[in-house]
Antibody
Framework: EVQLVESGGGLVQPGGSLRLSCAAS????????MHWVRQAPGKGLEYVSG????????HYANSVKGRFTISRDDSKNTLYLQMGSLRAEDTAVYYC??????????????WGQGTLVTVSS | DIVMTQSPDSLAVSLGERATINCKSS????????????LAWYQQKPGQPPKLLIY???VRESGVPDRFSGSGSGTDFTLTISSLQAEDVAVYYC?????????FGQGTKLEIK
């Protein structure tokens, strides 16, 4: 059974940093492109970042480019999102999600339960 | 970026009746090389993550009831629930994966009338 379990969320002050993790199981992690998608309280879904199956290619939404870094450790079956220079508008539930294959242009077929990041003083 | 616009924003349908949600993209999401529409539909129930329902505009994900169907091509798409069940109360999102600037529609909230 495919499982994605996020952790690392919490309360952080504006300008601060946080690292999210997503532990994957039930599939060959290295063979899939992975993404982060966020959802502000009561709002819709916003794409954040993605990383290819071999980690050689990454992509970021303009809203987080230069502040967030996505990475993966295939030996640990874990996806990461290092978030810096956090702003109030980064407050959201962050979902780890799997593309349905190793390519970029694919739907997101599995989602974790999400981890809440709150940016506030 | 490709802007995805859903209509309506909210919808109330009686149990057993048909529900229809529309999604329009600001540019075509059809790749002529493979004749595929890079369009997905997701269902999000309260307190849960999104769940993939439909991809390639009309292919039902494994395990999704056949009362859910997707149609359309190019820039105009529709998600149809043929006979609404109580468990279908949710917010529905369309998404384009035509390019890596993935974008979602604003969501349509579906309720029971």
């Amino acid at each position: 059974e495919v499982q994605l379990v996020e952790s690392g969320g919490g309360l952080v002050q504006p300008g601060g940093s946080l690292r999210l993790s997503c532990a994957a199981s039930g599939f060959t992690f290295s063979g899939y492109t992975m993404h982060w998608v966020r959802q502000a309280p009561g709002k819709g879904l916003e794409y954040v970042s993605g990383i290819s199956g071999n980690g050689g290619s990454t992509h970021y939404a303009n809203s987080v480019k230069g502040r967030f870094t996505i990475s993966r450790d295939d030996s640990k079956n874990t996806l990461y999102l290092q978030m810096g220079s956090l702003r109030a508008e980064d407050t959201a539930v962050y979902y780890c999600t799997r593309a349905s294959g190793e390519e970029w242009l694919l739907p997101f077929d599995y989602w974790g339960q999400g981890t809440l990041v709150t940016v506030s003083s | 970026d490709i802007v995805m616009t859903q209509s309506p924003d909210s919808l109330a349908v009686s149990l057993g009746e048909r529900a229809t949600i529309n999604c329009k993209s600001s540019q075509s999401v059809l790749y002529n090389s493979n004749n595929k529409n890079y369009l997905a539909w997701y269902q999000q129930k309260p307190g849960q993550p999104p769940k993939l329902l439909i991809y390639w505009a009309s292919v039902r994900e494994s395990g999704v009831p056949d009362r859910f169907s997707g149609s359309g091509s190019g820039t105009d798409f529709t998600l149809t629930i043929s006979s609404l069940q109580a468990e279908d109360v949710a917010v529905y999102y369309c998404q384009q994966y035509y390019n890596i600037l993935y974008t979602f529609g604003q969501g349509t909230k579906l309720e029971i009338k």
